[in-house]
């Protein structure tokens, strides 16, 4: 069983690799794909399609999230992993630090800081990790004794890790270093940077500098220590890494501390050997260390490395570098397409017989004349003009084609996931009642055309290409206006969204909130679009309305609700309900957007900040005794919600 599943979805990790996921669900039950994601060290992804496997077999509920079955309970049994001994501290769960109380006002103001800041830069491979994920680095720089004190050479910085250091310092009182240094090719962050660090006592020297050149001979053999997040491919790693090597002193034991995503044990192992090319060796590894903002593809969480200089450590790239660097430069526009029908693979992209998804669907398989199609890989760069060989499709685990959601092993090099659905293969599809708002997914478009303007102040409409373009990565899924047969779905959305909102005081019966969108669309359905699988049901929902400003008259439109369930492609998805709601407003003479949501959803506000939403107020709350007042509380309808 344990060959058939990991055959199945092309599992590197093979037979061990199914083993720690059944391990994971045994011992976390009931837990997230996100949580076991995180567990096991496993793309989501992958995750997602072992356990629709599992599913298949009847060993694990269909109802999420996940538990073990009675035939799964006894398959475990079976295989000896009826242990659910976890000796991950509770304390710091595992990460082996913990923020003090005395740091707490460096987390919230963190918090703002990012608020304010650049929005993240896909095409960079970056994602920015959270407020505490910050405070935790400026502690281990503290807990190995490279701070106080000392210079610090931060090697990119779109984690503004610098600011981290001047924040920290000024919470506790004094300056924790004598200088940063910044190197990024940037300048929106490194302007923030310097903005931001201008009153907080900490001196931040910053450099922009395209790290595909060499450091600049001032910055070499400078520092004592250096960090840095690259990006994640191998090739990344090795460049930052040589390049930290060069502005660090010449000798033994100076530090450089590394953050990087998990990967396949054949791509860890190139990173590795790139690690010891330098001449590094590693003092300290933590799992799970890192956390980034709505990163849902490797579990939102990426790996700390302490490595430590020898006598023998050397930069590996001495002149400039010229090959590929961030994931986008390993991708080509080329993707195979899985015939759903039959299995067979079919290339589809600029160059090949079909140029869009669109074009095979309407000439139909070449092998069986059918269809659908499910997106596949990404054919590899430099594989597009290549000839286009007939595939037959991957054993299945009887020998016959691979069953239907089973992702490519090799479509793991995706950068750090802004969140939960990306260019590679996507969750398997569950039905279920969705998962709520706050872990909707935040699009990884590393290495694909955005269709809008990071961080941009106005939105332009699509073009056709542009749109023909996001519905290719959005398939299976489609959109159309909603109807009274998507109630139930949506109204399971509206519930969720209202415990996001509300928690405790939220409005939880599905039935009040199937009732008042009834009430709605008999008003009007236009603005209410739904996301779905041809034939199945809702799996995404926006509701966009059109309000007027009672004080000026002025009309805008007013995102009232999103959500997208942990499908695959969840993040297109959310990207074509956003992209159609924003087109809505413009065929209706809106030239403004309000989206509200809660201030502890970082995921739904990334997402806001992609298309070029900014924040402009923000909703201050206290709680109050309840004094001598019997009544009861009144519960906060979600009609009302500032979402």
């Not at 090949?352 to 499910?374: D, I």
């Not at 041809?534 to 004080?551: C, E, H, K, R």
Request: hydrophobic share 40%; proline share 8%; charged share 25%.
């Amino acid at each position: 069983m344990l060959n058939d599943v990991a055959d199945a979805v092309r599992l590197q990790e093979g037979p061990p690799g199914v083993r720690s996921i059944l391990r994971a669900i045994r011992r976390l039950a009931p837990a997230s794909t996100k949580d076991i994601s995180r567990a096991v060290g496993l793309p989501v992804p992958i995750v997602a399609a072992v356990g629709n496997e599992l599913r298949t077999r009847g060993l694990i509920t269909h109802e999420r999230p996940s538990q073990l079955t009675p035939a799964g309970r006894a398959v475990v049994t079976e295989l000896g992993m009826d242990l659910t001994l976890d000796a991950t501290c509770r304390t710091c769960d595992g990460r082996e630090l913990v923020i003090p109380e005395v740091l707490e006002e460096a987390v919230a103001r963190l918090g703002a800081v990012m608020g304010d800041g650049p929005a993240a830069d896909m095409t960079l491979d970056q994602s920015k990790c959270t407020p505490e994920t910050k405070v935790r680095r400026v502690l281990a720089l503290l807990s190995a004794g490279t701070l106080p004190g000392g210079s610090l050479l931060l090697i990119g910085d779109d984690d503004l890790i610098s600011l981290a250091v001047a924040v920290v310092g000024d919470v506790l009182g004094a300056p924790l270093v004598d200088q940063v240094t910044v190197v990024d090719i940037s300048p929106d962050i490194l302007g923030y940077i310097e903005r931001v660090s201008a009153d907080l006592g900490t001196r931040v020297r910053t450099v922009q500098h395209d790290l595909r050149n060499p450091l600049p001979e001032e910055l070499h053999r400078q520092f004592d220590v250096a960090m840095t997040d690259p990006p994640y491919t191998p090739e990344g790693a090795r460049l930052f890494l040589s390049r930290a090597v060069e502005g660090l002193r010449q000798g033994p034991a100076h530090s450089i501390f590394l953050s990087f995503g998990g990967k396949s044990p054949d791509e860890m192992l190139q990173v590795q050997r790139e690690i010891m090319e330098l001449g590094l060796v590693t003092n300290g590894y933590i799992r799970n260390f890192n956390e980034y903002e709505g990163s849902g593809i490797l579990g939102g969480v990426g790996f700390f490395q302490h490595l430590l200089t020898t006598s023998a450590t050397s930069p590996s790239q001495e002149g400039d570098y010229q090959g590929p660097l961030y994931t986008g430069d390993k991708r080509s526009r080329q993707r195979m397409y899985e015939c759903v029908a039959c299995g067979e693979m079919v290339r589809v992209g600029a160059g090949a017989k079909w140029t869009s998804v669109g074009v095979l669907r309407a000439e139909g398989c070449p092998n069986c004349g059918k269809g659908p199609f499910r997106p596949g890989p990404l054919v590899p760069v430099g594989a597009e003009d290549q000839a286009e060989q007939p595939s037959a499709p991957g054993p299945g685990p009887d020998g016959g084609p691979r069953p239907q959601g089973a992702p490519e092993a090799a479509e793991r090099s995706a950068a750090p996931d802004q969140a939960g659905a990306t260019a590679a293969p996507g969750l398997a599809e569950e039905t279920a009642v969705p998962d709520p708002v706050e872990e909707i997914a935040v699009p990884d478009t590393a290495g694909e055309p955005a269709p809008y303007i990071p961080g941009g102040r106005t939105w332009q409409p699509l073009t056709a290409g542009e749109r023909l373009l996001l519905e290719e990565r959005a398939a299976p899924y489609v959109i159309r206006q909603a109807a009274e047969q998507d109630l139930p779905a949506i109204g399971a959305f509206e519930v969720d969204i209202a415990r996001v909102s509300f928690g405790g005081d939220a409005v939880d019966d599905p039935l009040r909130h199937r009732t008042r969108l009834a009430r709605a669309m008999e008003k009007s359905r236009e603005g209410m679009i739904v996301a779905h699988r041809p034939g199945g049901p809702a799996i995404g929902w926006l509701w966009v309305s059109v309000n007027q400003n009672t004080m000026t008259g002025d009309r805008y439109a007013n995102f009232r609700s999103l959500a997208v369930a942990p499908v695959e492609r969840r993040a297109e998805v959310a990207e074509l309900l956003i992209s159609s709601g924003l087109e809505f407003a413009v065929r209706n003479g809106l030239t403004e957007v309000v989206g509200r949501v809660h201030v502890a959803n970082v995921p739904m506000r990334t997402l806001y900040r992609k298309f070029g939403f900014t924040p402009t107020s923000l909703v201050m709350k206290l709680r109050l005794p309840a004094g001598d007042d019997s009544r009861p509380a009144v519960r906060r309808d979600p009609s009302h919600a500032e979402r």
